[in-house]
């Protein structure tokens, strides 16, 4: 680990998508510098104890401005339980690190389809879980009104402008990353 | 000031939407102990804190800030009965009260969305913690007319608790406040390995890759099954939903024979103050088809408050 952060800041230039601010961000977000690679977040990880999840290792490719972990997979498999953010010694919060890449991630377009459909269908329905007919039946049977009167009902009943106000301004992504290539070609 | 023993009733989505049972029960607990609930018209999802929050959380201020507007409409403190409403909705909250800078922002950006401006003036609130704190299992007691006795095996999830510096409850590490509620219903908590584990669904992992979610899960529900808990009892219905599908998903691809019955704190609840099986939902349960609650009636339902 020879390089200083300058050197490793130069890197950042290997992607010209990338905003060279978002490390700092990190550091002003979090205690980031405070890691001194105990490795207690990891040996906390409910997710990392199965799974490549290697908390400590993503700290430290943060703090030596290492873009590849806005590409690494694995930074998808947190769960967000909040073990290693409570017990860190040097109060890092790498729960809110992990947070930070996963937006950054997704503003380089790198998000799972599953991921994109989730927002597609919190845009439709105002919901990330829409309901079904199996349980609007049940809901008649327990005695609630078929639907909850959340903002689907409404778009139901023909008045969609919060979901159309959701669907304009919420929640942009990138587009599929497959087809830039394409279009690229 | 908000209005007392008033509540704005958060549903979210997975308990109007799966579990509509949950929703049924809350009603009639809380109704029974003397609240309000009001409606929350227009109100979306809290947005979940594992997807939303990840992809992006200015976005993420915004449409919850817009569902704690509507409740501060309603002149009430949102009840939420799910971990990641709460943690969703209580964080926001509390960030935007203390921070001027993105309260600005994110009332900017409100204003694309209707009439809503962030004000600051209510609280969220978490069922299993207005029933284990406000009410108490000092002060359940007189509203039951039965006791359950059984074997539950408690889970906390994570975002009721954690951050602890964000939500002020208690001790992640040892928490005992369903444990000491639920003793006065008869009902008694086994303690099993890796008890305060997460479920394995949070955080956008389920969506992303079942395999891992189902792998964390499988090591929970081994340390349950060690303890052959009668029920397993929750406070969250996305980790509700992890019980329930994920013991099926098990049985089906892992050559597990898992059959446990998922119940949630407010059906339990329900059924103590005296509501019918059939509203608690039990016919309804992916696990556990066979079982009902049984217990004894200790009084009848006029004697109880």
Same mark, same amino acid.
């Given at each position: 680990?020879?390089?200083?952060?300058?050197?490793?800041?130069?890197?950042?230039?290997?992607?010209?998508?990338?905003?060279?601010?978002?490390?700092?961000?990190?550091?002003?977000?979090?205690?980031?510098?405070?890691?001194?690679?105990?490795?207690?977040?990891?040996?906390?990880?409910?997710?990392?104890?199965?799974?490549?999840?290697?908390?400590?290792?993503?700290?430290?490719?943060?703090?030596?401005?290492?873009?590849?972990?806005?590409?690494?997979?694995?930074?998808?498999?947190?769960?967000?339980?909040?073990?290693?953010?409570?017990?860190?010694?040097?109060?890092?919060?790498?729960?809110?690190?992990?947070?930070?890449?996963?937006?950054?991630?997704?503003?380089?377009?790198?998000?799972?389809?599953?991921?994109?459909?989730?927002?597609?269908?919190?845009?439709?329905?105002?919901?990330?879980?829409?309901?079904?007919?199996?349980?609007?039946?049940?809901?008649?049977?327990?005695?609630?009104?078929?639907?909850?009167?959340?903002?689907?009902?409404?778009?139901?009943?023909?008045?969609?402008?919060?979901?159309?106000?959701?669907?304009?301004?919420?929640?942009?992504?990138?587009?599929?990353?497959?087809?830039?290539?394409?279009?690229?070609? | 000031?908000?209005?007392?023993?008033?509540?704005?009733?958060?549903?979210?989505?997975?308990?109007?939407?799966?579990?509509?049972?949950?929703?049924?029960?809350?009603?009639?607990?809380?109704?029974?102990?003397?609240?309000?609930?009001?409606?929350?018209?227009?109100?979306?999802?809290?947005?979940?804190? $594992? @997807?939303?929050?990840?992809?992006? +959380?200015?976005?993420?201020?915004?449409? !919850? /800030?817009?569902?704690?507007?509507? %409740?501060?409409?309603?002149?009430?403190?949102?009840?939420?009965?799910?971990?990641?409403?709460?943690?969703?909705?209580?964080?926001?909250?509390?960030?935007?009260?203390?921070?001027?800078?993105?309260?600005?922002?994110?009332?900017?950006?409100?204003?694309?969305?209707?009439?809503?401006?962030?004000?600051?003036?209510?609280?969220?609130?978490?069922?299993?913690?207005?029933?284990?704190?406000?009410?108490?299992?000092?002060?359940?007691?007189?509203?039951?007319?039965?006791?359950?006795?059984?074997?539950?095996?408690?889970?906390?999830?994570?975002?009721?608790?954690?951050?602890?510096?964000?939500?002020?409850?208690?001790?992640?590490?040892?928490?005992?406040?369903?444990?000491?509620?639920?003793?006065?219903? $008869? @009902?008694?908590?086994?303690?099993? +390995?890796?008890?305060?584990?997460?479920? !394995? /669904?949070?955080?956008?992992?389920? %969506?992303?890759?079942?395999?891992?979610?189902?792998?964390?899960?499988?090591?929970?529900?081994?340390?349950?099954?060690?303890?052959?808990?009668?029920?397993?009892?929750?406070?969250?219905?996305?980790?509700?939903?992890?019980?329930?599908?994920?013991?099926?998903?098990?049985?089906?691809?892992?050559?597990?024979?898992?059959?446990?019955?998922?119940?949630?704190?407010?059906?339990?609840?329900?059924?103590?103050?005296?509501?019918?099986?059939?509203?608690?939902?039990?016919?309804?349960?992916?696990?556990?088809?066979?079982?009902?609650?049984?217990?004894?009636?200790?009084?009848?339902?006029?004697?109880?408050?």
């Amino acid at each position: 680990m020879s390089e200083t952060k300058e050197e490793a800041h130069r890197e950042y230039k290997i992607d010209e998508d990338f905003d060279k601010e978002f490390f700092k961000n990190i550091e002003r977000k979090s205690n980031i510098w405070q890691c001194i690679q105990c490795g207690t977040c990891t040996a906390s990880c409910e997710s990392g104890r199965w799974t490549a999840l290697k908390t400590r290792i993503i700290i430290r490719k943060v703090c030596l401005g290492d873009l590849s972990v806005l590409k690494d997979p694995d930074i998808w498999l947190c769960t967000t339980c909040y073990n290693c953010y409570e017990r860190c010694p040097r109060d890092v919060r790498p729960t809110d690190v992990i947070m930070e890449l996963r937006n950054y991630a997704t503003k380089l377009g790198n998000i799972s389809p599953n991921h994109r459909a989730v927002v597609g269908y919190l845009k439709n329905f105002g919901h990330a879980v829409p309901i079904n007919d199996e349980v609007r039946q049940r809901r008649v049977e327990l005695g609630l009104e078929e639907l909850p009167p959340t903002a689907f009902k409404f778009k139901q009943e023909g008045d969609d402008k919060d979901l159309k106000k959701f669907e304009e301004y919420m929640f942009d992504l990138p587009p599929v990353k497959e087809e830039k290539k394409k279009e690229e070609k | 000031m908000v209005k007392e023993q008033t509540f704005a009733f958060f549903l979210g989505c997975i308990m109007p939407n799966r579990y509509p049972a949950i929703e049924k029960a809350t009603k009639f607990v809380m109704e029974k102990l003397g609240y309000d609930l009001l409606e929350m018209e227009r109100a979306t999802c809290c947005p979940a804190p $594992g @997807v939303f929050r990840s992809f992006n +959380k200015m976005d993420w201020m915004v449409a !919850g /800030a817009r569902n704690l507007c509507i %409740a501060e409409q309603l002149d009430a403190d949102i009840l939420t009965v799910c971990n990641g409403c709460f943690g969703t909705l209580q964080e926001i909250n509390k960030h935007l009260k203390e921070n001027e800078e993105h309260r600005e922002l994110v009332n900017e950006k409100l204003k694309l969305l209707g009439d809503y401006e962030f004000k600051g003036t209510i609280n969220v609130r978490h069922v299993a913690e207005v029933l284990g704190y406000e009410i108490g299992p000092w002060g359940i007691e007189d509203h039951i007319v039965r006791k359950i006795n059984l074997k539950a095996a408690i889970h906390y999830g994570c975002h009721f608790l954690k951050p602890t510096r964000i939500r002020e409850i208690e001790s992640s590490e040892g928490p005992t406040i369903i444990e000491d509620f639920v003793e006065v219903l $008869g @009902v008694e908590s086994v303690r099993f +390995k890796d008890q305060l584990t997460c479920c !394995g /669904a949070g955080g956008g992992v389920k %969506a992303y890759s079942g395999d891992a979610s189902m792998t964390i899960f499988g090591e929970k529900m081994k340390n349950i099954d060690e303890v052959k808990p009668d029920i397993i009892l929750d406070i969250c219905p996305f980790c509700h939903l992890q019980y329930e599908t994920g013991q099926d998903y098990l049985n089906k691809n892992k050559g597990c024979n898992y059959d446990y019955p998922v119940i949630h704190l407010s059906q339990l609840v329900a059924y103590a103050m005296g509501m019918d099986q059939e509203f608690v939902g039990l016919q309804y349960q992916m696990m556990g088809r066979d079982f009902i609650f049984g217990g004894e009636v200790i009084k009848r339902e006029e004697e109880a408050i």
